[in-house]
């Protein structure tokens, strides 16, 4: 499970940078979710997307299964919580929405939004909590019939919506999401809209961001090397978990030139990635299926992984490229 989890993680940091030129057919917005995406805070700049459900009916990903068993987190304290609450992450969690803001570019966190969907018992989750409350930190606020609860000071809050919605943020988000449930119109903007709808894969996984002002307090060294990043405008990346593994990325940038030099910088990321495995030849095959172009301004990544490709990687002791990232 751990090598699968770092194979994602590389895949998504590779391509987070990229956009999708191809006109290939896409899945449409559900109405459920484009419900929910309506009622997410209007000032995000960044909307991530996780189906839990749906991940777990993927063909391969009972791969995977026997290294998360009944505890994913091989901790005893886990298996007390599951026992005492009735709620179990495996099962309970079924979709997850994410939502970043643009008041603070030093700490994204801090405008954090996170709305998920599950199976709750928002009583026993609550008395867990503040049966293990030591100190007595966790203090509730009333609003409009809603109980927020805040740690001591934390800059977040949570609060169950019914048995099936949890929120958690800043208050002012969880009052504005609250109030939005009332409404039909996106407070998202036009322009995360059809970012959203640019995705090739709506379903599974994905996320879309603004960059151009997160690029400004990119402070990793490596990252700075890479041409073109300075100028990157926009990026998305959506998955899908089915019988095979497949992401698709998408990316813009300011001008043509700077999509040009950053492909380029991608493909020798690539090429120097093939020569620090030269005598791997599953990994090689792998990275030679990674698709890179470009086309005016965007840049485009797509990858695609079989069950068999997974298992030859997960079956690997180390068969990640260090040089490449």
Request: aromatic share 10%; charged share 30%.
């Amino acid at each position: 499970m751990k090598k699968f989890l770092i194979l994602i993680l590389l895949s998504v940091l590779m391509v987070m940078l990229f956009t999708n030129c191809e006109q290939e057919k896409k899945e449409q917005v559900s109405e459920d979710m484009f419900q929910q995406i309506a009622m997410l805070p209007g000032d995000a700049e960044a909307i991530a997307y996780l189906n839990i459900d749906k991940i777990e009916q993927s063909t391969f990903f009972d791969m995977f299964m026997d290294s998360v068993a009944d505890n994913p987190f091989h901790d005893e304290e886990y298996m007390d919580f599951v026992k005492q609450t009735g709620f179990n992450f495996k099962k309970d969690l079924h979709e997850i929405y994410l939502t970043s803001g643009i008041k603070n570019h030093d700490d994204p966190a801090a405008e954090a939004f996170i709305m998920v969907k599950g199976t709750f018992d928002p009583e026993k989750l609550v008395n867990f909590l503040k049966e293990n409350d030591e100190k007595d930190k966790i203090e509730s606020v009333e609003y409009e019939g809603y109980t927020f609860y805040t740690v001591e000071d934390a800059k977040k809050s949570f609060c169950f919506y019914d048995n099936s919605t949890l929120i958690a943020g800043s208050q002012e988000m969880m009052k504005e999401w609250i109030k939005n449930t009332s409404g039909t119109e996106s407070r998202v903007t036009p322009e995360i809209l059809a970012r959203i709808n640019a995705l090739k894969f709506k379903n599974s996984a994905w996320f879309t961001v603004k960059a151009d002002q997160i690029t400004k307090n990119l402070k990793n060294d490596k990252f700075k090397k890479i041409k073109g990043i300075e100028d990157l405008k926009a990026m998305s990346v959506s998955m899908d978990f089915s019988d095979q593994f497949q992401l698709d990325g998408h990316s813009e940038f300011k001008n043509e030139e700077t999509a040009k030099l950053f492909k380029e910088a991608v493909k020798g990321l690539i090429a120097t990635g093939k020569l620090s495995v030269s005598d791997d030849r599953d990994i090689i095959d792998i990275l030679n299926a990674i698709n890179v172009d470009s086309d005016d301004n965007n840049v485009s990544i797509d990858l695609k992984l079989s069950q068999e490709e997974i298992q030859k990687l997960m079956d690997k002791r180390n068969f990640l490229p260090r040089q490449i990232i």
